[in-house]
């Protein structure tokens, strides 16, 4: 978890208030409602379908506590420029000062706002898919790739650590529980793990960690392809078709509403009708976009 700022907590509290500050308790607020945000993510853990959804409920934990604590530092810090009137009277009273300390506490109010919508993702992180229609699955893709690639390095550090000093005594990245499995001469009907394959990790668990780096590269590179590309908008009579990147969707934007026979056909398609934009759409993906077609061509009279 982040640290919290408590002498900006302390201050803040001295220029708004005349009740004294309790020390520690912002940081002491903030450990709680991490706390509240680990048993749910405890309780999510457990239904979770797939590993990805496991990790996302983990990054989504992760990313709660940190964007939390920059709201928490970020509104502390706010309060130490500008006095209450309370506090100093309205003599000579910065007022513009105040009314700049009050926009930025509206501003931060979006911070605190981001934190929620992590938490509000954490609670039902077990019917969520990383989809690449979702606006947050690069961030999440990317950190993934962080531990991964880290996790190859560590083995691959261990395993030099281990032929150098045919030991894992004092062998970096390598916890506790790893040396007890490694180590556990019934594993294995041949011995320990590391007896059997005379390295803590072997060739094949390398080229699983490879694999995995692999795959998560390719999918954020997919990713920021798609996001990449540049917008494609086609008018055609009495439509138009657009790849909108920005909302990864493939949209059919109507001159009037279609009849029953074109949103059956929509319909078949894959594509739902969403009334805030005033199109239809399915996700930008290739099947999509094959999707899309099909109906263009029925559209124009090609088949």
Not at 269 to 280: E, M, T
């Amino acid at each position: 978890m982040a640290i919290i700022n408590e002498e900006n907590a302390r201050i803040a509290k001295q220029l708004s208030s005349f009740s004294d500050y309790v020390e520690g308790s912002a940081t002491a607020s903030y450990n709680a409602q991490c706390a509240e945000a680990a048993a749910i993510l405890e309780q999510v853990k457990p239904k979770c379908a797939t590993a990805d959804q496991r990790e996302r409920a983990e990054w989504l934990y992760s990313r709660y506590c940190a964007v939390l604590a920059e709201a928490i530092n970020r509104e502390n810090e706010i309060g130490t420029r500008c006095p209450s009137v309370l506090i100093c009277g309205p003599a000579n009273f910065p007022v513009r000062k105040k009314e700049k300390q009050v926009a930025a506490w509206d501003a931060n109010r979006e911070n605190f706002r981001k934190a929620d919508h992590y938490l509000q993702m954490l609670k039902r992180a077990h019917t969520l898919a990383v989809k690449s229609d979702d606006p947050e699955a690069l961030d999440y893709l990317r950190a993934k790739l962080d531990q991964l690639q880290t996790a190859h390095q560590t083995m691959k550090d261990a395993n030099a650590y281990y032929r150098k000093h045919k030991t894992l005594d004092g062998c970096p990245g390598v916890t506790a529980k790893e040396r007890a499995w490694l180590e556990n001469d019934h594993v294995f009907n041949g011995g320990s793990p590391l007896a059997l394959y005379g390295c803590p990790y072997p060739a094949y668990a390398l080229q699983n960690s490879n694999a995995s780096i692999k795959r998560a590269k390719d999918r954020i590179a997919k990713l920021e392809a798609a996001k990449a590309a540049q917008p494609v908008e086609d008018e055609h009579d009495g439509y138009t078709y657009r790849e909108n990147a920005e909302a990864m969707r493939v949209q059919f934007q109507f001159d009037g509403k279609p009849d029953d026979e074109t949103r059956a056909l929509l319909k078949r398609n894959g594509f739902r009708w969403a009334p805030s934009l005033g199109v239809w759409q399915r996700q930008l993906n290739d099947n999509g976009k094959y999707a899309a077609h099909r109906v263009m061509e029925v559209l124009d009279g090609q088949q």
